[in-house]
């Protein structure tokens, strides 16, 4: 069974830095690809960021291409999402997401496992 836990959201001011984790359990995560997504209220999930756990390549959405840093701990089995120079609409509940096997992907459906989420609240 595999267990993602998201950790680190809070209330920052605009400007500041906020960094995510996601702890995974249940299997070996050597082949996998990690994903965060974030979705904020009235709006649909969408892709932030990607990493493939094997070979540590990422990918970025747009929005946050520059200012966000997804990297991976294989010792600690963690996933981070170093958000700096943060923006009030980048104000949404931020997910972790898993999937076994495949490339990198923008896409929610392709992901199997996901976390609960955490808030991560910009204030102007």
């Known amino acids: 069974q595999v267990q993602l836990v998201e950790s680190g959201g809070g209330l920052v001011q605009a400007g500041g830095s906020l960094r995510l984790s996601c702890a995974a359990s249940g299997r070996t995560f050597s082949s996998y690809r990690m994903g965060w997504f974030r979705q904020a209220p009235g709006k649909e999930r969408e892709f932030v960021a990607a990493?493939?756990?094997?070979?540590?390549?990422?990918y970025y959405a747009d929005s946050v291409k520059g200012r966000f840093t997804i990297s991976r701990d294989n010792a600690k089995n963690t996933v981070l999402l170093q958000m700096n120079s943060l923006k009030p609409e980048d104000t949404a509940v931020y997910y972790c997401?898993?999937?076994?096997?495949?490339?990198?992907?923008?896409?929610?459906?392709?992901?199997?496992?996901w976390g609960q989420g955490t808030q991560v609240t910009v204030s102007s």
């Open positions: 990493i493939s756990w094997s070979d540590g390549s990422t």
């Open positions: 997401a898993a999937a076994p096997s495949g490339g990198l992907s923008v896409i929610t459906f392709r992901y199997d496992y």
